[in-house]
């Protein structure tokens, strides 16, 4: 194989001498389009212009008039498709029409051929187009630029190359690009799917189209993340499902037997109209729509590689690409300062984790950050918490997109549980809102709470981690709880009211809800043992952490948990035994991993 290799490079080399001892007027000599794009011709015409550039010149522009293309293509277009570099390094030796094709658009797309490079992840090609004055910031017909049509092909270092050139070149046209539609275009396709008298709504159709077309941030996501987009384009269906009212769609894949009540459909109405004050604008609209379709950008991992490297944590990500970068998520930038900025105070409490609260596995400590967007004339509270609504609502996506799944009547009434509690942040301290959460969940429990007993407290959390929506498990939890050693309860008391506050370190056991309740359905574990390892774990935090200066240190035990769920013997989960593993950096000093023992 290697000889054929060598021998087709001497044949390309003496067809470059014959075409350049002929002075580029070669008789049977293929079209320019096979030159550029066949193999053999291209290594040919490579050695040519490397050798004699200016008869590579001439041999080429003697064609261009010959070339018949579509869609408004240029020779650049089809040379930068079939990867071919020395067009574009001898660029500033052809005739000034040609070099203009540089900035040529296609008629359909209006890609330029700094488009087509990007599309190809060719990153080298993309630099001697620069260097030759293409434009970095040319909009597609999507308002697309290289850079993100580099990001939807996947090839994020090409992507990562072009930012980095406008940020060196700082573009004045780029600005001016991203903020070339008013917010008015914006608000006008908002309207479409709210719902005054007298105006015909978009269809389903119509709205998921009207997104995919104004969100270029959703073609970011390719086949690792593929489930990621579903649950986006379920969170952005049920927008526009609540936000034009539209009760049977919505719960139109969900069993009859439970589904999302009308009643409850007219209190989830109420507070979108009420506390979110979301369909009082289309401005909010919008941008609640542009914050749910990039919410999940942070997760794809060659994304957050190329742009902010150092974040872990994908909204930590999102946040420096959109402080450092913003061009890079264009949504984004193309909204107003005061629509960007409702954002922004969004994700800088996105530390708190919904789910979490809603099964009592968080923190009083956990509510600060919310407090801190519940506040004053400028609250945000409503959408922040909105946001989360529709992310929820959209968990099954990847299963189905025919309505929502997930949000039945029983995740809704939890919902609504948290919803209601979390308003009082607003004028109750964040240990009292926490409290008032657990006592509305012991109701369904069987439980009784006092908010001034740390075991009431406490029992009530357990049920809560236990997932107890009805008295017989609530029921189940008490008697296993009672069920410990005297000294067993009181340890394990004391770890568990501890509020990161007053109390610190107070420790975070990400995943102890699925020991739990793994534990209590498996008939070998039980809840009893289930929470005696949850002891152990909080002992050995303890431990490792005597020194620690963090008010919360969050210790994941998904493997305990797993053990939990599958254990075939009570003597074997008894016997386990563990290690607890900083995260690696700084993030060590607040975050650790519990890894069973082999």
């Not at 007219?266 to 004050?277: C, D, K, M, T």
């Not at 009082?280 to 902010?308: C, D, E, H, N, Y």
Request: aromatic letters at 10%; a negative charge.
């Amino acid at each position: 194989m290697s000889y054929f290799f060598f021998v087709q490079a001497i044949q390309s080399f003496f067809a470059a001498q014959s075409i350049d001892s002929l002075h580029a007027v070669v008789e049977g000599l293929p079209g320019l389009e096979t030159l550029l794009t066949d193999p053999w011709w291209t290594q040919a015409l490579h050695m040519l212009a490397e050798g004699w550039p200016a008869c590579y010149v001439s041999l080429v522009q003697d064609r261009l008039s010959a070339v018949t293309t579509q869609n408004g293509e240029s020779v650049l277009h089809m040379a930068a498709a079939a990867g071919h570099v020395p067009v574009f390094q001898l660029l500033e030796m052809f005739a000034p029409e040609h070099r203009r094709m540089l900035a040529s658009q296609t008629s359909d797309m209006r890609w330029t051929p700094l488009h087509v490079a990007a599309k190809n992840g060719n990153t080298f090609l993309c630099s001697c187009m620069l260097e030759r004055k293409a434009i970095l910031c040319s909009a597609d017909v999507h308002q697309c630029w290289p850079m993100h049509v580099a990001l939807q092909n996947g090839h994020f270092q090409t992507a990562k190359f072009l930012s980095d050139m406008l940020l060196v070149h700082r573009e004045p046209e780029g600005e001016r690009t991203l903020q070339a539609y008013s917010m008015d275009v914006f608000e006008n396709k908002a309207i479409g799917i709210m719902t005054p008298e007298g105006r015909k709504i978009v269809s389903e159709s119509e709205f998921v189209e009207m997104v995919n077309d104004s969100f270029p941030e959703l073609c970011y996501f390719h086949q690792a993340e593929s489930d990621e987009m579903k649950r986006n384009l379920g969170a952005l269906l049920a927008v526009y499902w609540i936000v034009s009212d539209q009760y049977d769609q919505f719960v139109r894949s969900q069993a009859k037997e439970g589904s999302l009540s009308k009643a409850s459909w007219q209190e989830l109405q109420q507070w979108v109209q009420g506390a979110v004050h979301i369909v009082a604008s289309p401005r909010q609209v919008w941008t609640m729509l542009v914050f749910v379709a990039i919410m999940s950008v942070g997760k794809i991992k060659g994304l957050r590689m190329a742009f902010s490297p150092e974040c872990e944590e994908f909204n930590e990500a999102l946040i420096k690409m959109l402080q450092t970068v913003p061009h890079v998520v264009p949504s984004f930038a193309r909204l107003d300062g005061n629509s960007q900025q409702m954002i922004m105070s969004c994700l800088m409490a996105s530390d708190f984790n919904f789910g979490q609260f809603l099964q009592a596995e968080s923190l009083p400590a956990n509510l600060v950050v919310v407090k801190s967007i519940s506040l004053g004339q400028g609250s945000v509270l409503g959408f922040f918490l909105f946001r989360i609504f529709a992310a929820m609502c959209g968990i099954y996506g990847k299963k189905s997109l025919e309505g929502s799944v997930f949000m039945n009547e029983q995740m809704f009434r939890n919902f609504k549980i948290g919803l209601d509690v979390l308003n009082h942040l607003q004028h109750e301290r964040t240990e009292q809102v926490y409290h008032r959460f657990l006592s509305e969940r012991t109701k369904s429990q069987g439980l009784t709470f006092d908010p001034e007993s740390m075991q009431s407290r406490v029992l009530a959390r357990l049920a809560c981690m236990s997932r107890a929506f009805d008295q017989d498990v609530g029921s189940e939890v008490s008697s296993a709880f009672h069920s410990l050693e005297a000294t067993e309860r009181e340890h394990l008391m004391t770890f568990l009211d501890a509020d990161g506050i007053s109390v610190r370190p107070a420790f975070l056991l990400y995943n102890a809800p699925n020991l739990l309740d793994g534990g209590r359905k498996n008939q070998q574990v039980g809840l009893q043992r289930a929470m005696r390892m949850l002891l152990k774990i909080y002992k050995k935090a303890e431990q490792e952490y005597k020194d620690t200066s963090a008010a919360v240190v969050t210790v994941i035990v998904h493997e305990v948990a797993v053990f939990a769920t599958k254990c075939p013997d009570p003597e074997m989960f008894e016997s386990t035994d563990f290690d607890i593993t900083r995260s690696a950096g700084a993030k060590g000093n607040s975050q650790a991993v519990v890894f069973l023992k082999s």
